[in-house]
């Protein structure tokens, strides 16, 4: 039994020192790795341009939505009351000054100015008769065969009659001009842009019937974000963009409100155009300068495309090149705006981008 436990025993500590061998052989193996080995085989990249990143100044910039407008808007009423016997215009039709827009029912206009003018025409009978006895009298009154009182009697008569027929001939001109508010007539040029009635419909005074919005006199009206209050001011440049007539006017800032609309959180800012013929009612985008910020750019040469991915290949100190994800911005003059994934002071390759590896490392002077 002891003979036994004796070889078991020698076996297990030859089964250790083999174990123990066999690390030390690992490990001597590991140290004779040459330091190194692993850059040795990154592959060289040379024929590339490699610029460092600077950041540029830009105005920043607020867009807009905005509507054209006229300076002359006429919301078309009736003095009178009368139903509307005719409508000559329509929504989107032009108009002249002085073009009959629609007739009021005028009957009873027109019976007022009969009985105005038979008035008139009795006030003017009765002052001649007047003048004629006045005259008649004024030769006996000469002649004193008449009194001082008889004569004033007559001179009264016909101030009477001359006083009554200013009064009949005032009256027949106040029928007159009432009768001229049947027929609704255009002040100015413009366009019709609304309409509020219909042939029979009763219009009564002050209630709207047309809405004329007058030809060249367009400037743009922009709600404003309550952020930048005090940031636009009044004869700041402005850039509109009328993407209906695919056309981009230079405007000027005339009136900023500075009263902000509690339901859109918005205040008003008023554009004066160079083309004062535009059509109301037409979109606008506005671009407002509000100030200046730093931004990163890059050549367009410089920006890599894998798929749906987009980035730069970046160059460490050691001339190392790693492809980079960046967040693409507008175009900004040569370049691309780079939102995210780049900073001062980094270096990217601009040229020859299609020589570049992931991975790689550039020889030669371009590093």
């Known amino acids: ?52 990143i600077t950041p540029s100044q830009s105005d920043e910039m607020y867009e807009a939505s905005g509507t054209v407008r006229s300076d002359r808007t006429s919301v078309i009423a009736s003095r009178v009351m009368g139903a509307v016997t005719s409508l000559n215009v329509t929504e989107g039709d032009t108009v002249k000054a002085g073009q009959v827009l629609l007739t009021l029912d005028d009957t009873d206009a027109k019976q007022r100015a009969r009985a105005a003018t038979m008035a008139a025409n009795a006030a003017r009978q009765n002052r001649t008769l007047a003048e004629a006895t006045w005259k008649r009298y004024q030769g006996l009154f000469e002649k004193q065969v008449i009194s001082r009182q008889e004569m004033d009697q007559f001179q009264a008569n016909k101030d009477m009659a001359e006083a009554e027929y200013e009064r009949a001939m005032a009256m027949a001109e106040e029928v007159k001009t009432y009768l001229s508010f049947t027929r609704i007539v255009a002040i100015s040029p413009g366009v019709v842009t609304a309409k509020h009635t219909d042939v029979g419909s009763m219009a009564s005074p002050g209630m709207p019937l047309l809405t004329i919005e007058g030809i060249g006199d367009a400037y ?29 006017l230079h405007g000027t800032i005339r009136e900023v409100l500075p009263d902000i609309d509690p339901r859109t959180r918005t205040f008003t800012v008023k554009i004066d155009l160079p083309d004062k013929n535009l059509r109301t009612g ?56 780079v939102l995210s994934g780049l900073k001062q002071g980094e270096r990217v390759i601009t040229e020859g981008v299609e020589r570049a590896v992931d991975g790689g490392i550039i020889t030669g002077s371009a590093k």
């Open 1 to 52: 039994m002891n003979l036994f436990k004796e070889k078991r025993g020698s076996s297990r500590q030859m089964l250790c020192f083999l174990a123990c061998m066999a690390m030390s052989g690992s490990l001597l193996l590991g140290c004779g790795e040459k330091p190194g080995e692993d850059a040795m085989k990154m592959p060289s990249v040379n024929g590339v341009i490699v610029s460092t």
């Open 282 to 337: 037409l979109y606008a985008r506005v671009l407002i300068p509000v100030g200046n910020r730093e931004l990163i750019v890059v050549p367009r040469s410089a920006i890599v495309r894998k798929g749906q991915l987009t980035g730069v290949y970046v160059v460490t100190d050691n001339g190392a090149i790693t492809y980079r994800l960046i967040k693409e911005g507008p175009a900004a003059g040569t370049g691309i705006e």
């Open 220 to 248: 743009v009206e922009v709600g404003a974000d309550e952020g930048f209050a005090g940031r636009i001011r009044r004869g700041m440049a402005v850039e509109v963009t009328i993407d209906a007539l695919n056309k981009t």
